[in-house]
């Protein structure tokens, strides 16, 4: 027996078992759905045909995939500058398995095959276990996140005790670059002029100043400190 069958816009001619892929059905892979507009329906030459479909017709179909179709590209272009647009498209579709054609209202014998439950009961489980393990290695990784916090939090440098100097008096150090320098305990003309090749390093790798900057800066507060 075959049916054919209008869905998505469309018109099919199925049979039992037929692999078809249809406009998109909302529904999860291994689900039933019915398809009840039939326009014909036959066995060899004997068909009977809709007005314009046949009442109590129905198909039946396992849903076997949710998919895409491939992208179809609509350029147009007119006659005028830059006039032109393109759009790309990707259809939805569902690929589905005919299971029975059905007349004069009968009920589906066949329901889908319970597949699925066993492989998500499987994930959960996996899922329960993973979060039971979790935990154990819990305390480690939270250690290690605040020990690297505090490393990032601590400054370069630590700072002296007494009044800071204005470094904002050293030319091409700014108010933003004096409070950066400051968070990083440099406050004073005398720490500038004391910094090392190594410590210039240091600052040029953790903060955004280069290694000439602070050089010259270095050179200033020499002559700054010296006063």
Known sequence: MFAVIKTGGKQ??????????????EANVGDMVEIGHVLAHGEGEN???GAPFVDGAVVTAEVVEQGKNRTVIAFKKRRRQNS?????HRQLLTTVRISEILLGGAKPTKTAAVKAPKKEAKAEA???????????KEPKAKAAEAKAAETAAAPLFKAPKGEPDDLTVIKGIGPVAAKDLNEQGIITFAQLAKLTDKDVAKIDEHMPFSADQIKDWREQAKELAAK
């Open 84 to 88: 032109r647009r393109k759009i790309g």
């Open 126 to 136: 996996a899922t329960e276990a993973r979060a039971e393990a979790a935990p154990k």
């Open 47 to 49: 068909v009977t045909f």
């Open 12 to 25: 099919y001619r199925v049979a039992a078992n037929d692999l078809l892929k249809i406009e998109k059905v």
